[in-house]
């Protein structure tokens, strides 16, 4: 029957050809995939047969729902030849889905650095590297700042005045940072998070202003200063 039909319609084809507008001769193929109870009438390419004003000859396999079932390409055949029959959202092709939101960059946590300057009058008595009562408690309190940090790193730098030696104020520098370090590994700090340096006496704060003072007492209170431990607490809250 189908083969029959396909001869017909050949030769309906081709007499209509020679009536049809030219811009239905320019029109695009409508080409059905498969075969079965197609609902028009196909050449042999499968191309649905046309009038010469356009319209697609239907066979009497022809239904609505035929119509909106057989396939030529990505949409039913009938949304070509009776678009006015076959459902819109048939004829349509899908929204494509909405790209998900990108996500939300992760906040960006730097590092706190907190430089916190200690007197060695403070911490040590002159010329000693024993922590004084006075001492430990701001280091209890350095200490506790720490716990309440995630923290990477301590650096303890000792600094001293320029009475003495070079090699001695050197020793003694790194004495008092050495001792820093001590207490506040014996307050929970883990030791490989502190690191010490002794800088002596090269890097004073006094400057020149000591200079011309006299006697040796009113020097030692002049360069209090530059006696000093320099604790950096470095880490995340």
């Keep these: 029957m189908i083969k029959q039909t396909k001869m017909l319609m050949l030769a309906a084809v081709a007499a209509a050809s020679f009536s049809a507008p030219a811009a239905f001769a320019q029109a695009t193929d409508i080409v059905?995939?498969?075969?079965?109870?197609?609902?028009?009438?196909?050449?042999?390419?499968?191309?649905?047969?046309?009038?010469?004003?356009?319209?697609?000859?239907?066979?009497?396999?022809?239904?609505?729902?035929?119509?909106?079932?057989?396939?030529?390409?990505q949409f039913p055949v009938g949304c070509q030849c009776d678009g006015d029959i076959v459902p819109k959202e048939k004829c349509t092709a899908p929204e494509p889905a909405a790209a998900p939101a990108p996500a939300a960059p992760a906040p960006v946590v730097r590092p706190t650095a907190?430089?916190?300057?200690?007197?060695?009058?403070?911490?040590?008595?002159?010329?000693?590297?024993?922590?004084?009562?006075?001492?430990?408690?701001?280091?209890?309190e350095l200490a506790a700042q720490a716990q309440d940090l995630k923290l990477e790193v301590i650096l303890a730098v000792g600094h001293?005045?320029?009475?003495g030696s070079d090699d001695y104020n050197q020793r003694l520098s790194e004495r008092r940072a050495a001792a820093v370090k001590t207490y506040l590994v014996e307050k929970g700090i883990e030791a490989n998070r502190i690191y010490t340096e002794g800088k002596g006496e090269r890097q004073p704060v006094t400057g020149t202003t000591c200079d011309k003072v006299s006697p040796r007492s009113k020097l030692i209170a002049c360069l209090q200063p530059d006696r000093r431990v320099e604790v950096e607490v470095i880490g995340t809250k």
Excluded at 160 to 163: A, K, Y
């Design 160 to 163: 001293t005045d320029r009475i």
């Design 32 to 73: 059905v995939d498969g075969a079965g109870e197609i609902p028009y009438a196909i050449d042999a390419r499968n191309v649905v047969a046309r009038s010469g004003t356009g319209l697609c000859w239907r066979t009497g396999y022809w239904t609505p729902a035929a119509a909106s079932t057989v396939l030529a390409g």
């Design 114 to 140: 907190d430089k916190i300057k200690l007197s060695a009058d403070t911490l040590f008595d002159f010329d000693k590297a024993v922590l004084k009562p006075e001492g430990k408690t701001r280091l209890d």
